[in-house]
């Protein structure tokens, strides 16, 4: 599975975002989605996942009721609807497919994009 990851850029604290990740290669409705983070000089981390029908989402306490998940298989395509965004938001924004919800379980990873936030 090859992943593109765009929508990321400048934007104000408060404002929004959304982040699209596209997948090629292989069934993209048989694997679990994610969206991994990494601010500059911290790890990469965990942001959201979804279950490959939708029907399961997961969050980090640090984005929950501001950001939301979703994906549309007919598009191969997931998404990052990033609301109320803080300057802690800024980082790399990864995408990822795999068959869990942790980085470890995640088989492929796209090549980032860039959010800043400014205050």
């Known amino acids: 599975v090859q992943l593109q990851a765009f929508g990321g850029g400048l934007v104000q604290a408060g404002g929004s975002l959304r982040l699209s990740c596209t997948a090629s290669?292989?069934?993209?409705?048989?694997?679990?989605m994610g969206w991994f983070r990494q601010s500059p000089g911290k790890e990469r981390e965990f942001v959201a996942t979804i279950s490959w029908s939708g029907g399961s989402l997961y969050y980090a306490d640090s984005v929950k009721g501001r950001f939301a998940i979703s994906r549309d298989n007919a598009k191969d395509t997931v998404y990052l609807q990033m609301n109320s965004l803080k300057p802690e938001d800024t980082a790399v924004y990864y995408c990822?497919?795999?068959?869990?919800?942790?980085?470890?379980?995640?088989?492929?990873w796209g090549q980032g994009t860039l959010v800043t936030v400014s205050s």
């Open positions: 990822a497919a795999g068959f869990g919800t942790t980085m470890p379980s995640m088989r492929y």
């Open positions: 290669g292989r069934t993209f409705s048989s694997y679990v």
